[in-house]
C-alpha cells in the first residue's frame, strides 16, 4: 500500500531550508536559477508588447519559490525565457540576463540547451495534454526520455519508468503505461507529467500552474506530492500560480508580479502576513477566506495595463488609492528599512511594516 506524503515527508527527514542552510554553510551554493534585469518584448502590428520590464528573480538549491499575479503580469514568459522555450523568431530579449545552475542561457548554443532542459531544469505545464503526445501509450513517451537522458535499455528503462509513476503514488503503473494519455484522467495525466519531469533529476522543476485544471482536493494531493518529492530529491521548484492560497500553503519564498515587473519578493510568511505593496494586499484581500459571511470577494479596482504602452510611472499607479505626484516616476524594488533583507518592494508609499511578533509568524 501507498504512504501518503505527510508520512513519506516525516520518513525523509529532510527539508529544502535544511538542504539550502548546508548549502549556504559550505560556501559552495550558486542560485539554480538567477535571472538579472530580464526585459523581453514581442513585436506585433504597429510596436511591440513589453512583457517583462526589468524582472530580477533568484532560485536557490532545494527552495520552493513563487511567482504570483494576475493573468497577464508575465509569469509565464518568465518561466519560458528561462528554458528558452519561446519561439525564437517570436520575441526579443532587449536586456538582462538568465543564469542555470550558473551557465548563461542565452549564449548557450540549442545543442547545450536541449541538454539542460529535463536534466538542470524541467517544466510542468497547467495542461499536461499540450506536452504529452495524444497518439503514444505512456509508457512509449515515459521511457523514450529516460533513455534518451540516461542511455538505459529498453527493460531498465521500464523498470524505472515504472517506480517513477509509483513515486507519484500511482497505483496501478502497469496500466498506466499501456494507457493513452486521453484514457487517464486529468489529476492522473499531471502525475505523469511530474513523474516525466523528475526522470531526469533535474535542479528546478518550473511548475506553470500545474493544478489549476483540477480540482481542490486533486490540486492539494498533487501539489504536496511535488513538494515532498522536491525536498527528498534536494530539487528546487519554481512555483507559478495566481493563487495566494497555493503560495501560502507550498513556498518558502514569493515574487508577486504585476505588468511585466515584480513589484514585492521576500519569504512567504513575511510577505502574506504584512503585505507592503498595494498590489499584494489586493490581491490578499481578494482571498475567499478573508471575506465576511454572505459578503462579495474584494477585487482590485480597474485593469491591468496595455502592455504595447506600459505606464511611464509605477506599474501599479491606475489602480493604486495611495497614488500620488510621485508616483509618475517608476520605484526601485529595494529592501525597506527595518525590514529582512531577502525582503524587497518598488513603492513609493510602501505599507507599515507588521507588529514584530506578527512579522516572525508564518502563514504556513
Ligand atoms: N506570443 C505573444 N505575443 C504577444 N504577446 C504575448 C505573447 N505571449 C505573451 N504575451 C503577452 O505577454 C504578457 C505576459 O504574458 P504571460 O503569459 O507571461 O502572463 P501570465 O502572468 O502567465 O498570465 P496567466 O496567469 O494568464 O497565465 C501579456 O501581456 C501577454 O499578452
Ligand atoms: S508607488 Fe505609488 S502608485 Fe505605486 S503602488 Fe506605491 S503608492 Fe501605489
Ligand atoms: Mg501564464
Same mark, same amino acid.
Given at each position: 500500500?501507498?504512504?501518503?506524503?505527510?508520512?513519506?515527508?516525516?520518513?525523509?527527514?529532510?527539508?529544502?531550508?535544511?538542504?539550502?542552510?548546508?548549502?549556504?554553510?559550505?560556501?559552495?551554493?550558486?542560485?539554480?536559477?538567477?535571472?538579472?534585469?530580464?526585459?523581453?518584448?514581442?513585436?506585433?502590428?504597429?510596436?511591440?508588447?513589453?512583457?517583462?520590464?526589468?524582472?530580477?528573480?533568484?532560485?536557490?538549491?532545494?527552495?520552493?519559490?513563487?511567482?504570483?499575479?494576475?493573468?497577464?503580469?508575465?509569469?509565464?514568459?518568465?518561466?519560458?525565457?528561462?528554458?528558452?522555450?519561446?519561439?525564437?523568431?517570436?520575441?526579443?530579449?532587449?536586456?538582462?540576463?538568465?543564469?542555470?545552475?550558473?551557465?548563461?542561457?542565452?549564449?548557450?548554443?540549442?545543442?547545450?540547451?536541449?541538454?539542460?532542459?529535463?536534466?538542470? /531544469?524541467?517544466? =510542468?505545464?497547467? $495542461? !499536461?495534454? *499540450? +506536452? &504529452?503526445?495524444? @497518439?503514444?501509450?505512456?509508457?512509449?513517451?515515459?521511457?523514450?526520455?529516460?533513455?534518451?537522458?540516461?542511455?538505459?535499455?529498453?527493460?531498465?528503462?521500464?523498470?524505472?519508468?515504472?517506480?517513477?509513476?509509483?513515486?507519484?503514488?500511482?497505483?496501478?503503473?502497469?496500466?498506466?503505461?499501456?494507457?493513452?494519455?486521453?484514457?487517464?484522467?486529468?489529476?492522473?495525466?499531471?502525475?505523469?507529467?511530474?513523474?516525466?519531469?523528475?526522470?531526469?533529476?533535474? /535542479?528546478?522543476? =518550473?511548475?506553470? $500552474? !500545474?493544478? *489549476? +485544471? &483540477?480540482?481542490? @482536493?486533486?490540486?492539494?494531493?498533487?501539489?504536496?506530492?511535488?513538494?515532498?518529492?522536491?525536498?527528498?530529491?534536494?530539487?528546487?521548484?519554481?512555483?507559478?500560480?495566481?493563487?495566494?492560497?497555493?503560495?501560502?500553503?507550498?513556498?518558502?519564498?514569493?515574487?508577486?508580479?504585476?505588468?511585466?515587473?515584480?513589484?514585492?519578493?521576500?519569504?512567504?510568511?513575511?510577505?502574506?502576513?504584512?503585505?507592503?505593496?498595494?498590489?499584494?494586499?489586493?490581491?490578499?484581500?481578494?482571498?475567499?477566506?478573508?471575506?465576511?459571511?454572505?459578503?462579495?470577494?474584494?477585487?482590485?479596482?480597474?485593469?491591468?495595463?496595455?502592455?504595447?504602452?506600459?505606464?511611464?510611472?509605477?506599474?501599479?499607479?491606475?489602480?493604486?488609492?495611495?497614488?500620488?505626484?510621485?508616483?509618475?516616476?517608476?520605484?526601485?524594488?529595494?529592501?525597506?528599512?527595518?525590514?529582512?533583507?531577502?525582503?524587497?518592494?518598488?513603492?513609493?508609499?510602501?505599507?507599515?511594516?507588521?507588529?514584530?511578533?506578527?512579522?516572525?509568524?508564518?502563514?504556513?
Amino acid at each position: 500500500m501507498s504512504a501518503d506524503p505527510a508520512s513519506l515527508q516525516a520518513r525523509a527527514g529532510r527539508s529544502a531550508p535544511g538542504l539550502l542552510a548546508g548549502a549556504l554553510d559550505s560556501g559552495v551554493a550558486e542560485p539554480v536559477l538567477e535571472i538579472r534585469d530580464l526585459s523581453l518584448e514581442f513585436p506585433v502590428f504597429g510596436g511591440a508588447v513589453c512583457a517583462l520590464g526589468g524582472v530580477s528573480l533568484r532560485v536557490m538549491p532545494g527552495e520552493i519559490v513563487g511567482v504570483v499575479g494576475e493573468s497577464g503580469s508575465g509569469k509565464s514568459v518568465t518561466a519560458m525565457a528561462a528554458l528558452r522555450l519561446l519561439p525564437p523568431g517570436g520575441h526579443r530579449i532587449t536586456g538582462g540576463s538568465l543564469r542555470l545552475c550558473g551557465e548563461d542561457v542565452l549564449a548557450a548554443s540549442e545543442a547545450r540547451m536541449r541538454e539542460w532542459r529535463g536534466r538542470r /531544469a524541467a517544466m =510542468i505545464f497547467q $495542461e !499536461p495534454m *499540450t +506536452a &504529452l503526445n495524444p @497518439t503514444r501509450r505512456i509508457g512509449d513517451q515515459l521511457t523514450g526520455v529516460l533513455r534518451a537522458h540516461h542511455r538505459l535499455g529498453r527493460r531498465e528503462a521500464l523498470e524505472r519508468a515504472e517506480a517513477l509513476l509509483r513515486d507519484m503514488m500511482i497505483p496501478d503503473p502497469d496500466r498506466v503505461l499501456r494507457a493513452y494519455p486521453f484514457e487517464l484522467s486529468g489529476g492522473m495525466r499531471q502525475r505523469v507529467m511530474a513523474a516525466m519531469a523528475f526522470s531526469c533529476d533535474p /535542479a528546478l522543476l =518550473i511548475a506553470d $500552474e !500545474p493544478t *489549476t +485544471a &483540477l480540482d481542490v @482536493t486533486v490540486q492539494r494531493q498533487v501539489l504536496q506530492l511535488l513538494r515532498f518529492r522536491a525536498r527528498e530529491r534536494g530539487a528546487a521548484i519554481l512555483f507559478i500560480t495566481h493563487d495566494m492560497a497555493v503560495v501560502s500553503q507550498f513556498c518558502d519564498r514569493v515574487y508577486v508580479m504585476y505588468a511585466g515587473t515584480v513589484v514585492e519578493q521576500g519569504p512567504t510568511g513575511q510577505v502574506l502576513n504584512a503585505p507592503r505593496h498595494p498590489y499584494t494586499r489586493g490581491l490578499l484581500d481578494g482571498l475567499p477566506e478573508r471575506a465576511a459571511p454572505g459578503s462579495d470577494l474584494a477585487s482590485i479596482p480597474g485593469r491591468v495595463p496595455d502592455m504595447r504602452r506600459p505606464p511611464q510611472g509605477c506599474v501599479f499607479s491606475d489602480r493604486c488609492a495611495f497614488a500620488d505626484d510621485m508616483c509618475w516616476r517608476r520605484p526601485a524594488l529595494e529592501p525597506l528599512p527595518g525590514d529582512d533583507l531577502q525582503r524587497r518592494v518598488a513603492c513609493w508609499h510602501p505599507l507599515p511594516p507588521a507588529p514584530a511578533a506578527q512579522a516572525l509568524g508564518d502563514v504556513q
